[in-house]
């Protein structure tokens, strides 16, 4: 059967994607974990940046050496080893490393395992299966790396699974989505194709957890929390009110109240931008 784990994170359309699906028939298990999204915010801290960032910053902050804290901030030759070791962070993340230190608010790279692996390992010895995953190398270059290293299956006694499109791409997978007439879930919209060729959704792009704020600093336009106060006002009222996102969006330079559309000529017979012209 396929696994589902129900983070607590998910999007409700996605949510009401795997209700139909199991409603058809589809031999679907869903699972849970036993903490909570907000219960790892206030323990762990926030998801920001990247997830490398977000554990460099958790290295740092637990090294009792000076040696090791001057080498994980900057980098240098490590003393024990004589070999060159790289920061940790990033220098133009030292400002979230100071903020942390300086307790404004923690960070954390911990709620993907908290959230979504820890879940699985009791399933997996139950039942005795092997996860079958759909990560592609394209989506991060932590799996490109992973890929780089393990191909698609992995056999290590404790992490065996089999990513068997780690080399496909996003253009492969809505092709397939296509192709074999798949249903997706409401957030995607429809896969439509473009005039160069390629397939797009007309809603997100990708989804993931609703909460998230790796790498949402690298969006343009509309970001992920400011659309959750369009397709999901409540998650969006709860992000800002109760988990106090206003503040670290805002610490990071990140915009998080409703995205409002630039005014710009879209129809050349919109009246609104006739300019007068006086008749001689």
Known sequence: PAVFCDTGNEFQSVLDHIERMIADGRPIVVIKPNTTFTEVIKKWGYPVISKNTCMGIDRFVNTKSFTQKRLRAFGGINPTSGKKQAPTVRKKWHYVLHAVLRGEFRTTNKCCGILKINPTKPYEKETGRVPFVGTMASESTNREQSYADNGCNTFDA????????????????????????????GAYGEIKEQSDGTLKCTGDQRTGCKF??????????????????RVEPESYRYAIEELGYDKVMDFLGVEWRPFVQPDMQMDMLDSRYEIPVEEE
């Open 212 to 229: 998230c704020l790796f790498g949402i600093h690298l969006e343009k336009g509309e970001n992920r929390i400011q659309r959750l106060a």
């Open 158 to 185: 404790g992490s065996k699974v089999s990513r068997p499109i780690m080399f496909w791409t996003e253009q492969d997978v809505l092709r397939y989505h296509v192709e074999h007439n798949l249903p997706i879930a």
